[in-house]
């Protein structure tokens, strides 16, 4: 029994924290990977099934009106850019959608549309292709880069005003509302010149 024991290597304390600490030190690496790959996992992406959910909300200080909300189930906000088909699809519905909240004063009312700041899409920008439609759908102005932005950024987002329409009435459209701060930067801008905005969105990005 001796010699069986004298036979058992010992371990040394000192390897084997050694070797806990390079396991530990390891499992950070990849818990630090693994986020850092969910950045780039579309799985996680928000989504919209397109069920229609009309909702007045209040966000960053302001109101606005989106037709449709995020779900579970559905296209992704990446894929739903991506195809061109949901260009006339978001125009013709967002249409519909304005023409029933304004009513008969869309037609004899001082009224133009405008949308948000090209920052990452400056060509064949998604909610600037929406909006040229359903200007043409209302038979109403539109006007393109009211508004410029000073950074990529879209919390506390400062936008410079490039040109101001001559409508009283203005409807500034975005495809997707997350935070509301974009839309609080265009209220911010766009405030002194003393119009009226209404404010309306595709999807509403937050349950």
């Known amino acids: 029994m001796g010699d069986l024991l004298s036979e058992i290597e010992v371990p040394d304390i000192g390897s084997a924290q050694l070797a806990l600490k390079d396991i530990q030190a390891k499992r950070e690496q990849d818990i630090f990977a693994e986020q850092k790959r969910k950045g780039w996992d579309k799985t996680v992406e928000a989504r919209c099934d397109f069920t229609p959910r009309p909702r007045l909300t209040r966000r960053s200080g302001l109101f606005f009106l989106s037709y449709w909300q995020k779900s579970v189930y559905g296209r992704t906000l990446t894929e739903i850019k991506a195809d061109d088909s949901m ?95 974009t839309l609080q930067a265009m209220l911010r801008a766009l405030e002194s010149y003393n119009k009226n905005l209404l404010f309306f969105s595709g999807i509403n990005n937050k349950l």
């Open 87 to 181: 260009v006339p699809f978001f125009a013709g519905t967002m249409k519909s959608f304005i023409s029933d909240i304004i009513g008969p004063d869309l037609s004899r009312g001082s009224w133009c549309i405008i949308t948000t700041p090209k920052r990452r899409h400056l060509v064949k920008n998604f909610a600037t292709r929406i909006s040229e439609q359903i200007a043409h759908l209302l038979n109403i102005p539109f006007y393109e880069d009211v508004c410029t932005c000073r950074t990529k950024q879209r919390v506390g987002a400062i936008f410079d005003v490039q040109q101001v329409p001559d409508e009283q009435n203005i409807i500034c459209f975005d495809d997707f509302v997350t935070t509301g701060q």
